[in-house]
Every structure is written in C-alpha cells, then in structure tokens.
C-alpha cells in the first residue's frame, strides 16, 4: 500500500513560517507529478505547488512568491517552505502524488494523498 507521510504543521503568527516535509516508501519523488494542497472545512481542495519529473515547478498565483516547493531525492521528500503566512492560509494540507506523464492541479489527477497536516495562523 502507497503511503504519503506529512510533517511540519503547527501554528505560527502572522509573518512566520513553517516547512512542511512529505515522503513516501514505496514512490520515489522524482518518478512522478508531486505536489501538495490544502482545503478548509466546507470548500473544495485547491492546488498551491506541484513539481514534475523532470523538476519544473508551477505554484498558484495565491502563493504569491511566499512558498518554495522543492525535493531531496537522496531523502525522498518533497517540501514546501512556506514564508510570511497569513490568517487565509489556515487550511489542512496535503501531500499528494500525481500521474507519471502529466502534471496537472486538478485534484481528480492525484493518484494518491497524504493524511494532512494542519496549519494555523493566529495571532
């Protein structure tokens, strides 16, 4: 069974940041389309970042220049760092891998999901 783990949420202040980390066992992150979302209660499940196999990175125009997605393949993780983090970026989110040759943020493309990590942004 394919397995997606997350880590790094928790909560921070307005401004800060937090690095969330996702590795699997059984796919390595550079074999397929990987990327991460997030969803709030009562709202569809949006893309923020995914990266191909060859490693060419499309972000969401809400990113806005604040998160990286970037990969260890020695360590098979696939990371987002995300920088000056807002009260709207208060979401569960999730890990996800996607299709060998295609690459795209429609969730319906996303083979397998992780379990979530939190992120809150409260003052």
């Known amino acids: 069974q394919v397995q997606l783990t997350e880590s790094g949420g928790g909560s921070v202040q307005p401004g800060g940041s937090l690095r969330l980390s996702c590795t699997s066992s059984r796919i390595a992150v550079n074999s397929r389309c990987m990327g991460w979302f997030r969803q709030v209660p009562g709202k569809e499940r949006e893309g923020i970042a995914r990266?191909?196999?060859?490693?060419?990175?499309t972000y969401s125009d809400f990113v806005k220049g604040r998160f990286a997605l970037s990969r260890d393949p020695i360590k098979n993780t696939l990371n987002l760092q995300m920088n000056n983090l807002e009260p709207g970026d208060n979401a569960m989110y999730y890990c996800a891998a996607g299709q060998v040759l295609s690459c795209s943020g429609d969730p319906a493309n996303v083979v397998y999901w992780g379990r979530g990590t939190q992120v809150t942004v409260s003052s």
């Open positions: 990266m191909t196999p060859d490693g060419t990175v």
